[in-house]
């Protein structure tokens, strides 16, 4: 074994591989993959090999798109067989509801360039003639599903790297990892050490073991998954290989294998392996099976494909594979940790190992992963991923793999685990909660505990009265929102404002005063927006998206000076409440010291003030696009806080609102929100945050490339649109259409209550962005009339803001 490489990747299965071939094929040659075993060691060797482009992440799809034809390539360069048969599939509808999401799965696809299509239960039991046809209401036929040869996939990309230049060594087993002072790594194995600029984790099953090596834990678990495969089936006799099909109801994958099915199934009561550690001994092992575990999906499975019932079961595989809390993979470079780079949690190695491969080795080799994987990215979790949590959240989202997850609604596990001190009082005013980074935070008031409960759905649900009211409150009296879900940075030192300027976009405001601005990276995409509040000369006070805590501070930390300014997170320790409407300043003003009048605290004033006894920072600044003030204090304040705002509030008509007025009202105004209208793949103009670029500064990270998008215009733009929706709002995801052509996806939507109409935001090539006439956005699989509006639907002047 070399002693000295680029690159050492930990791990040997689909992934590692893919990782070795994706950085041969960036450039690097000096790169060496260490397998314990041989190839395909891990949950590698047993998977069914079943690949799909559909997830419920387009960006994700996207990566999962490029794996399947990715196979021809590697084939051809390797000449090593991946087994490719793509047989096409067919996803399975037993119910309205389920038809309803295919019609928006189809609908996304088509912004993707995909060649779905929903067909009825007849033209189903064409495809697959073993179905029972009563069991369902219709199907979405995907052409390019089907399954590959695990080794042969692993194998390909190995050769394909070696080709490349790449070292493969096998039977060595890295047993330490040893970080030297300028950020390369000891790696130290059995049979001797590697000294490596960058070390890649790919070790799949023990991707744990490899995370503790260098003292961190991550948010992974297995969970065992059994497949059986029958034995030979007259039906199938001669007959050329039916497609995939997956049966949602029964929670089913099945496929020809030979001259039989392979039926798997994600079960109810799935059963996690090895909670805590993954035994090293372990290798190409299957796990004692369990049919009594499957048996109530088997029993449906039989059911719906009768013929199945007479088979006979041939083999019966049971093996362990991991995941992520929310079952996408974990990517990228490790806050804090120079050189370390994680490829794990991949739960659909053979449609996602080459997505994760190719962005892993752009990420490393070109210093961004070129494509926008926030779902994918490791940085989304934080520190409240304990293993219990990782534990609790993994069974959920394994037993509800082929579920329907509806945009209203919350799912229970891990739940309630962090909790700000109102919790109980919001609970008291039958607050139905959400969570978010596994904070309860109130979603929306029901007037009492018996209707305090979403009922899911693709439509307008129960909620959609009362979150009227809350907006009606806000445009007519005055709110009060709990805000405390965001991310707070607290940034201190001399060099503050000057580390600042060249971080973001806009200048930095003067003490007292709050910019909103975008944070962009080297290619001038959008990586984050913010609220600046200079508090001092020497101190900010920056807000933005809590979820992406871990990945600002991995950007931040990234471009620290070695002295001058410090960046703590300090999310938890300011919550916060806010009070909009026309008469939150009277509220706010009859409880402070302070004149908060126009002329002595106009719009975008910062102060730290006393609010009866409370201290805290207010700011005047509302998301709702009203007159507003948020109110930031330590938690031991909130209580007191908030029941000083609500007494003083029965004066003038206060009443709570939560989060999904929160989100109407925003789109009212059209203010994107991270993750949804910005992500890395726009920038600053496309995303309409022109006016927070601030080209008069001196120089800051992205700003050519803004510079550049300014002069071309950029390709896209963000519009705003009122729908001419029935009884379902856009949600997100769903196309724009233009004179009968897919031009465009919808980043949000909600109706907007104060503007008694349906709204959406999307992005549209910016050539059409002008155009009057001829959108359309298709929700559920139904085209509706959109009117591209020229301004916010409410409040365009912005008046009320500032007034
Ligand atoms: C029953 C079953 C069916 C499945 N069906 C499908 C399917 O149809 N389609 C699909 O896409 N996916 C399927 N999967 C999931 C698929 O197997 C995984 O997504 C994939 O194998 C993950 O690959 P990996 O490279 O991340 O991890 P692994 O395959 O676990 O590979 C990790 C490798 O790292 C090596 N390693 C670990 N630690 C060290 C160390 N310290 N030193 C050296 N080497 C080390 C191991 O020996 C192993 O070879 C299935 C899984 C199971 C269990």
């Not at 990276?521 to 600046?532: S, V, Y």
């Not at 959406?760 to 359309?776: Q, S």
Request: charged share 20%.
């Amino acid at each position: 074994m070399k002693s000295h490489a680029k690159v050492v990747v930990v791990g040997g299965g689909v992934v590692g591989a893919s990782v070795l071939y994706h950085l041969t094929k960036a450039g690097w040659k000096d790169v060496l993959l260490i397998e314990r075993a041989e190839l395909t060691s891990g949950s590698t060797w047993h998977a069914a090999g079943g690949m799909h482009t559909v997830n419920g992440d387009p960006n994700v799809a996207k990566l999962q798109q490029y794996t399947i034809e990715l196979y021809k390539e590697i084939e051809r360069i390797s000449g090593q067989s991946c087994g490719v048969h793509i047989t096409g599939g067919i996803m399975l509808a037993g119910t309205r509801e389920r038809l309803d999401w295919l019609k928006m799965a189809k609908a996304r696809g088509r912004y993707l360039g995909m060649d779905l299509e929903i067909i009825s239960v007849d033209e189903a039991a064409k495809l697959f003639p073993l179905m029972d046809k009563s069991h369902f209401t219709g199907a979405m036929y995907d052409p390019i599903e089907g399954h590959v040869d695990p080794y042969g996939v692993t194998h390909a990309y190995a050769k394909s790297a070696q080709i490349g230049g790449a070292d493969i060594v096998r039977q060595t087993l890295v047993t330490d990892l040893k970080a030297r002072t300028d950020g390369s790594w000891d790696v130290i194995t059995d049979h001797g050490n590697v000294h490596a600029e960058h070390v890649v984790n790919a070790a799949g099953l023990w991707a744990r073991e490899v995370g503790r090596m260098v003292g961190i834990e991550l948010p992974i678990l297995a969970m065992e998954h059994q497949y059986l495969i029958t034995g030979d089936m007259p039906e199938l006799a001669g007959r050329k290989e039916q497609l995939h099909a997956i049966d949602f109801e029964g929670e089913i994958y099945i496929r020809q294998e030979r001259g039989g099915m392979l039926m798997g199934t994600y079960e109810r009561a799935g059963v996690p392996w090895s909670e805590v550690t993954t035994p090293w001994d372990f290798g190409q092992d299957l796990l004692p099976n369990d049919l009594e575990r499957i048996a109530p999906s088997l029993e449906v499975g039989f059911a719906h494909f009768p013929a199945l019932g007479g088979a006979g079961i041939r083999k019966v595989v049971n093996g362990p594979f991991t995941f992520a809390p929310d079952g996408n993979p974990l990517v990228g470079p490790i806050r804090g940790l120079k050189n370390f780079w994680v490829a794990c949690g991949v739960m659909a190695g053979f449609s996602q190992g080459g997505g994760v491969g190719l962005a892993l080795s752009r990420w490393m080799v070109d210093g961004d992963p070129g494509a926008d994987i926030w779902g994918m990215d490791v940085a989304r979790y934080g520190d409240w991923t304990t293993m219990a949590y990782t534990n609790a959240k993994v069974r959920e989202n394994y037993s509800r793999r082929f579920s329907i997850r509806f945009p209203n609604e919350e799912l229970p596990a891990a739940r309630p685990l962090r909790t700000t001190p109102i919790y109980e009082k919001l609970q008291a005013e039958h607050a139905v909660f959400g969570d978010y980074c596994g904070l309860e935070h109130p979603l929306w008031f029901a007037p009492s505990a018996r209707e305090a409960e979403d009922l899911i759905s693709f439509r307008r649900s129960n909620a959609h009265p009362h979150v009227a009211a809350e907006c009606k409150a806000v445009q007519n009296s005055v709110g009060l929102l709990e805000i405390s879900n965001y991310g707070k940075f607290d940034i201190r030192g001399p060099a503050t404002a000057e580390w600042l300027s060249h971080m973001m976009a806009n200048r930095v405001p003067a003490v007292g005063r709050i910019a909103l601005t975008p944070m962009l990276n080297g290619r001038g995409k959008l990586i984050g927006d913010f609220t600046m509040c200079r508090v001092a000369a020497d101190h900010v006070f920056l807000v933005g998206t809590y979820a992406a805590e871990t990945y600002y501070m991995r950007w931040f930390e990234r471009h620290l000076p070695a002295s001058g300014v410090t960046v703590r997170p300090c999310a938890m320790e300011y919550v916060g409440l806010s009070v909009a409407g026309p008469h939150s300043r009277a509220l706010l003003q009859s409880l402070v010291r302070d004149d908060l009048s126009t002329a002595a605290f106009p719009f975008m004033s910062f102060k730290r003030m006393e609010i009866g006894m409370v201290p805290g920072y207010v700011g005047r600044v509302s998301f709702t696009g009203d007159l507003g003030f948020e109110i930031w204090v330590t938690t031991d304040y909130q209580r007191a806080l908030y029941d000083l705002l609500v007494k003083a509030g029965r004066d003038y008509g206060l009443k709570l609102f939560g989060g999904r007025a929160l989100n109407a009202m925003r789109i009212e105004k059209s203010f994107g929100s991270w993750a949804r209208e910005y992500r890395p793949i726009y920038g600053p103009f496309e995303a309409g945050l022109d006016r927070f670029v601030d080209f008069k500064k001196s120089e800051f990270i992205g700003r050519s490339a803004a510079a550049e998008e300014k002069d071309s215009g950029g390709a896209l733009r963000l519009v705003t649109f009122k729908v001419d929706a029935t009884d379902a709002d856009a949600i997100g995801d769903e196309p724009i259409w233009h004179d009968g052509k897919t031009v465009g996806w919808v980043t949000s939507g909600a109706f907007g209550h104060r503007v008694n109409h349906s709204l959406a935001l999307g992005y549209v090539p910016a050539a059409l962005a002008r155009a009057d006439a001829g959108f359309e956005i298709e929700i559920i699989g139904e085209r509706h009339k959109a009117h591209r509006l020229t301004g916010a639907a409410f409040d365009a002047s912005g008046k009320l803001m500032r007034t």
